[in-house]
């Protein structure tokens, strides 16, 4: 029996000593296969179409070329073939490149939403200063038609009015409101004595700083004027708001598109986008998982900016959606000159009442001690008819406005798909993952596809998580916060309000998005791991790395070398003496 198991064991070990020597033959064919491979790769002018392409880029010049040189003098791009194309010089220009070329794509993918946001700030600017002008010269025209008598004096105050509210939506005055009641004030005296009491002369000075101090205790125009007031006011606000989101927005995206990155984003992206370069592959592109990895890993805290701008974004569209009656400036505005002249017949009506509380607060008219010369009215002919706007219920600024926002709405998730979006590009990577650049050589990329976002890049198998915060994404961070809660306080609940603040038909006028809830938005911040069968397969939306079809190596198995093997053989060849002198029992 125990001849028959030495038998066995001398077998066994037999047999084992043949397949070793068979693979270590197989291995040495494949060594110098992939050797001669690389050595024909390299010498059949390989790295000529490395330093031709350099130069066709504007990478370098032709100087920083030359001779291939050894793994040690080009620290930053390696491979297993200690060989190289590139030059210290070139590997230096590479690095610069790879920066502003990732820049300018970022730039590329954030142009779109920058030139909505920059437009619409122009555009409703100008909008909201046409739509002044308008109004400012249909109560010229009231003046001028209705209130002849007053319309000399009454120029300055109408100027002052309309200069003010320009200001403010230009950025220059902020206490709107002062401005407003400020006109009324000064309406007072021209109304008390060209309407009320016409046959007197002109007032003192004193006398009519009495009636412009008294007008809001008197109340001449009632409640007409401060309705208007704070309708205009209202309305006002909320279009400085908009326009102050705008240019918020304008600004975050202006940030990311130029913000400065770790350095150990600025190495990965040298070495994903141009160490291929130096191993002789100069027209081959990244993988995609790889792309995915090294960008979302340099935009981990830019992803971070996705929350709070969904937010931003539901803001305006909560903005829009409110902007009817006393919100709208165009609807407030267009029948401005109406209520001041409500506000000028009120004050007519009740002349008998209002002469009695203007003779106890300020005492019986005093005339000035000399003749004033008031400004003539203007020729007729001088001040154009009333501009009735002619403007199409879907040219109306709520109609544009839900356009706008539409257009903006669709950007909700920008900046979790950002790195998504640039590597789907097929000048930075390949969808197909086959013959690619994976970093260290051209074939498959094996490894975990990190998700988005700073917490995801643990996961990250060619970036290191972040370690600190960025302080210029926090910035633009409490901007967009700032900015959304502003956008929430613009629309409050609806006070009781004229009739004529409605557009005629225009009903209910709310838009509502068919946006999900933001909880539904799956940003993909999971850890990324997948194993799918299709390696080819490659998903670039919604920034999902579940929907990233990598077949991901099993690195669990560790191969049988021949060392190992030779190791087994001297301890069975050991122990075999010992085995051939047991007895059974």
């Known amino acids: 029996m125990a001849r028959f198991f030495t038998f066995v064991v001398v077998c066994l070990v037999y047999g084992l000593l043949v397949s070793c020597i068979a693979a270590d033959a197989r291995a040495t064919e494949n060594t110098a296969s992939v050797s001669d491979d690389l050595s024909e790769h390299l010498g059949n002018n390989s790295c000529e179409d490395v330093r031709q392409v350099f130069v066709e880029k504007n990478i370098g010049s032709e100087k920083d070329t030359n001779d291939m040189t050894h793994e040690d003098e080009t620290p930053q791009c390696s491979n297993s073939w200690n060989t190289s194309c590139c ?36 555009k409703f600017k100008e909008n909201f200063l046409d739509m002044i002008h308008v109004s400012q010269n249909n109560t010229n025209v009231l003046f001028s038609e209705v209130y002849k008598k007053m319309d000399g004096v009454a120029r300055e105050p109408v100027s002052q009015l309309y200069q003010d509210l320009s200001s403010y939506i230009e950025g220059r005055t902020q206490d709107l409101e002062t401005h407003i009641s400020t006109f009324f004030d000064a309406l007072f005296p021209l109304v008390y004595h060209h309407s009320i ?27 007409i004027a401060d309705r208007a007031t704070q309708q205009l006011t209202r309305s006002f606000s909320v279009a400085k708001t908009l326009l102050d989101a705008f240019e918020v927005g304008v600004e975050v995206v202006s940030a990311t598109s130029s913000i400065r990155f770790r350095p150990d984003c600025d190495a990965g992206l040298m070495k994903m986008v141009y160490c291929s370069h130096c191993s002789g592959f100069a027209r081959t592109k990244p993988c995609g998982g790889y792309c995915l990895n090294v960008v979302r890993g340099c935009l981990a805290h830019v992803a971070e900016l996705d929350e709070p701008w969904s937010d931003f974004v539901s803001g305006l569209e909560r903005l829009t959606s409110g902007l009817v009656a006393s919100y709208n400036i165009e609807e407030v505005l267009s029948v401005l000159d109406t209520k001041i002249s409500e506000a000028i017949m009120y004050a007519m009506e009740n ?34 008819g009333r501009i009735v706007s002619v403007r199409s219920s879907e040219d109306s ?12 709405t669709e950007t909700k998730g920008h900046y979790a798909n950002l790195a998504d979006t640039v590597c789907s590009d097929e000048t930075w990577a390949v969808r197909e993952e086959g013959q690619c650049w994976n970093g260290k050589s051209l074939g498959q990329y094996t490894h975990t596809i990190a998700g988005v976002g700073v917490a995801a890049q643990k996961y990250n198998p060619e970036m290191k998580a972040p ?10 961070d409490e901007k967009l916060q700032k900015m959304s809660r502003l956008l929430r306080l613009s629309i409050l609940p609806e006070l009781p309000q004229s009739d004529s603040y409605v557009a005629e038909g225009s009903g209910s006028g709310i838009w509502r998005n068919q946006v999900g809830d933001d909880e539904d938005y799956d940003k993909g911040s ?13 998903n670039f939306d919604n920034g999902d790395s579940s929907n990233v079809n990598i077949k991901v190596k099993d690195n669990s198995a560790i191969s049988f070398t021949s060392n190992s093997a030779l190791i087994f053989v001297v301890l069975l060849v050991t122990l075999l003496p010992r085995i051939t002198v047991l007895q059974p029992l």
């Open 197 to 223: 009491n016409p046959k007197l002369k002109d007032f003192s000075d004193d006398y009519k700083e009495c009636l412009r101090q008294t007008r809001r205790e008197i109340r001449p125009f009632g409640d």
């Open 351 to 384: 002349g008998p009442e209002l002469s009695k509380k203007v003779k106890t607060a300020c005492g019986h008219p005093r005339r000035a001690a000399r003749d004033v010369s008031e400004p003539e009215p203007l020729p007729s002919g001088t001040v154009p």
């Open 87 to 122: 030059t210290p010089t070139m590997e230096r220009r590479y690095s610069e490149a790879s920066k502003k070329e990732f820049q300018n794509m970022l730039q590329s993918s954030n142009q779109f939403l920058q030139s909505i946001l920059a437009s619409s700030a122009t």
């Open 397 to 408: 600024l709520y109609v544009r406005l839900q356009q706008t926002v539409q257009r903006l």
């Open 526 to 538: 999971g850890s990324g791991d997948w194993e799918g069968s299709k390696p080819s397969d490659f």
């Open 467 to 476: 370690d600190t915060d960025e302080v210029v994404v926090m910035g633009l």
